[in-house]
């Protein structure tokens, strides 16, 4: 078993305007760099063996500002990249709501299945983070790992981690820039279902 640290990125213009973000490639703004900077002297005493994190920017300029701190480099990967919103993105959610009210709702009711325009659901983005979780857990048995990422990937991962259905994780996702320590291991039915995908 691993011990993950999962924390968001600190924040960007869009997460201050409240813009669904995606995988834009937005970085910091000055309030998400100090969120990065106290992050990384919270986990300044943790035991840390790895950093990983998502190659967008906001996510990579978050582990950087850690990695400094603690002497670990970070190391990027793209399966742990935000949900892809496709047309949504950079919208409001009054703005999606008035342009595409019937997949708007059919998302809140079905958000495993319904994709936005363009983009993923819950099931396509598991499908990714998942695997991802798996593999850097295996190199890192027994160790604690910090994955900076985003706020629905991330929600992916506490889901399994906490065995909540994953449809729950738009209630799940982390404010920005607090780490949420989660126990990973092993789970044969869940890699069951994506085998089956």
Avoid at 37 to 47: G, I, K, M, Q, W
Avoid at 82 to 106: C, F, H, M, N, S
């Amino acid at each position: 078993m691993t011990r993950f640290w999962l924390a968001r990125h600190g924040q960007t213009d869009w997460n201050q305007e409240g813009r669904f973000q995606g995988q834009s490639d937005l970085p910091l703004n000055a309030n998400g760099l100090e969120q990065a900077r106290r992050l990384a002297a919270l986990l300044a005493e943790a035991d840390l063996q790895a950093l990983y994190c998502s190659d967008l920017q906001r996510a990579f300029q978050t582990a950087s500002i850690i990695g400094a701190r603690l002497g670990l480099a970070p190391i990027q990967d793209c399966r742990l990249r935000e949900i892809r919103l496709g047309e949504w993105e950079g919208l409001l959610k009054e703005q999606i709501i008035a342009a595409d009210p019937q997949v708007w709702e059919r998302r809140q009711l079905d958000p495993l299945h319904v994709k936005p325009p363009g983009g993923e659901n819950l099931l396509d983005l598991a499908e990714r983070v998942w695997p991802a979780a798996d593999q850097i857990a295996r190199q890192h048995p027994g160790g604690q790992v910090l994955l900076v990422a985003h706020g629905v990937s991330l929600a992916c991962l506490i889901c399994r981690a906490r065995d909540l259905p994953l449809s729950q994780a738009f209630q799940e996702i982390p404010d920005n820039a607090h780490p949420v320590p989660v126990e990973w291991h092993k789970h044969p039915a869940i890699d069951d279902m994506l085998e089956a995908r």
